[in-house]
């Protein structure tokens, strides 16, 4: 008897219970998270510049204004057409930096990837991806603006900073879980790197690079509507921002609202529809 | 794989990269934009910043109202993202497959879900704009109910993800529903939702400057005034300010995700 309970080793608290909970580390670490997560919120609403709010009235106004916004949407100074191009210059932006944000993140992906290049490249390079994704998107765009001239040059030359980052993360991972043995094959039968990459790395994951692609143009079309209001950089972002904050025209602002909405909302079907299509199928393999 | 397999799919990659090819020369039609130009603009650009986004003396006496601004909008993302959280916990088990209470509810969960995540944070910062004026509350409420639609979303994976053989053994055991959710879910599904929420303040300090130009608020209104007065110098001090608090939050948040996950 003695010899069996001495040898199972059982946790007890300081009454003689048997603690049933394990206490690892990582069930601390929660817990200290959200320690810490409470004491910043409530220090945040106690930091926070009131101003002359008014918050009963404020509220009220909201509830009405939403109401205007959603139940009378309208149209007053510009047509539809001119609706769609703006809708279509938003679009065309994203395409853009998605685009050209996925043919350089390719390349770049490829430097960083452990399994196709050098320590150093591959480090550099997350380095300086981690950089670009550390400054807001909007940030870059104001300052390309001023260096580059306002207009779309600017936008996407500032959108394609996060599109990058983004994308030389996911296809970097991409690219490191290719199987070992095919690289390796095809280096013993002499093939070039440049070789390797073509016939071996590329087709296996390229539909995990279109999958993250289009998850990347449904962040861009937002990123673009936001381009159009804080940077001026046009598209249907510049009408809500003119419609909201020069006219007041609340009808408009719902109108506008409802654009982006739908639009979001096909896009999100599409990707969703994209993912598990290529991410469950090549879960289950 | 024969050959008629390998020449249709080369003939489907052609088609494919065509389509791709159309699409952006039209988006480039519309947006006007020229892609030689903006290509030889990269260089002029590159040059500017080095030669005018520098640090100085003189840009170094605003260094204490930039730092409170930038704390005043650290704190903004970070209560915004825990409040928004603690409602989403709440939209994810309505929402999701195996906790859902009955289908109306479930239904109307994701629905809240994807329309604040789909209308952008610009959208809501506009609209708050109106009735609240210019106050930390409505970069607050507009990043509050942008994370909220982003969150429940992540909630609803995570938890259909963990949850769903203990939930159903617990049932068999004749559980309640509050004993399943705080006993099974809750803990299976908390380092899953925990990433996320550290996930999204990082996201949040981002959007938070440019919802801050648009509001009038902490670190993007303090951008904002120093760009139209073109004070470079103090311009390039709040972007690297930012920069830094944002690589300092994404370290400690990689730091608590590799122990917890």
């Known amino acids: 008897m003695e010899a069996i309970s001495m040898s199972t080793y059982i946790k007890r608290k300081k009454d003689g219970r048997i603690q049933i909970k394990s206490g690892s580390k990582a069930e601390r670490v929660i817990r200290w998270t959200i320690v810490l997560f409470f004491v910043l919120t409530v220090m945040a609403f106690t930091l926070f ?31 539809w057409g001119e609706a769609f191009y703006q809708v279509g210059v938003t679009l065309g932006l994203a395409v853009l930096a998605t685009v050209l944000g996925a043919v350089i993140a390719i390349f770049l992906a490829l430097m960083a990837a452990t399994n196709l290049s050098n320590e150093w490249i591959s480090k550099t390079v997350r380095i300086l991806v981690a950089f670009g994704r550390a400054v807001p998107t909007v940030l870059w765009v104001l300052i390309f603006a001023i260096a580059a001239g306002l207009g779309s040059e600017a936008a996407v030359l500032g959108m394609l900073f996060h599109s990058v980052a983004y994308l030389v993360k996911a296809f970097s991972e991409a690219f490191e879980e290719v199987d070992a043995g095919i690289i390796e094959a095809l280096r013993a039968t002499g093939s070039s790197w440049w070789h390797i990459v073509r016939h071996a790395v590329l087709p296996s994951t390229f539909t995990y690079l279109l999958s993250w692609t289009f998850l990347r143009f449904e962040i861009n079309f937002s990123v673009a ?33 409802y654009a982006i909405l739908m639009i979001a909302i096909v896009l999100e079907l599409l990707s969703t529809r994209l993912k598990n299509r290529f991410f469950a199928a090549s879960a289950v393999e | 794989m024969n050959e008629q397999i390998m020449r249709k799919r080369s003939w489907s990659a052609t088609i494919f990269l065509i389509i791709i090819i159309v699409i952006t020369y039209l988006s480039a039609y519309i947006t006007n934009f020229n892609f030689f130009q903006g290509m030889a603009t990269v260089p002029a650009a590159i040059g500017w910043i080095v030669s005018n986004l520098f640090i100085t003396q003189e840009s170094l006496e605003q260094l204490p109202a930039i730092l409170t601004q930038l704390t005043e909008t650290i704190f903004m993302s970070i209560a915004a993202t825990t409040t928004a959280a603690v409602v989403s916990i709440f939209l994810g088990l309505m929402g999701s497959k195996t906790t859902k209470v009955n289908g109306f509810l479930s239904g109307l969960a994701r629905l809240i879900a994807s329309a604040s995540r789909n209308i952008p944070v610009v959208a809501w910062a506009l609209i708050l704009l109106l009735s609240f ?37 617990l049932t068999a055991t004749g559980a309640t529903y509050f004993q399943i959710v705080s006993k099974a879910v809750v803990p299976q599904s908390l380092p899953q939702m925990i990433s996320w929420i550290l996930f999204m303040i990082e996201t949040n300090i981002r959007s938070a400057t440019l919802v801050g130009i648009l509001t009038g608020t902490g670190i993007g209104y303090i951008f904002d005034l120093y760009y139209k007065t073109m004070d470079y110098n103090t311009v390039a001090l709040i972007t690297c ?6 690589i300092i939050i994404e370290l400690m948040s990689n730091s608590i995700r590799k122990v917890i996950l």
């Open chain 2, 133 to 169: 004026g210019q106050n930390s509350v409505t970069g607050y409420l507009a990043l509050f109910v942008g994370t909220v639609g982003f969150l429940t979303r992540a909630f609803i994976e995570s938890i259909d993800e963990a949850s769903q053989s203990s939930v159903e053994a």
């Open chain 1, 49 to 79: 510049d009131y101003g002359q709010l008014k918050i009963m009235s404020a509220i009220v106004e909201t509830v009405n204004n939403l109401k205007i916004m959603f139940l009378q949407p309208a149209l007053s100074h510009f047509s």
């Open chain 2, 241 to 246: 300010s930012i920069v830094i608090a944002v």
């Open chain 1, 225 to 257: 509507v936001a381009m159009g209001a804080a940077a001026g950089a046009g598209g249907i972002g510049f009408e809500l921002f003119m419609a909201s904050g020069f006219y007041f025209d609340l009808s408009e602002v719902g109108f506008i609202t």
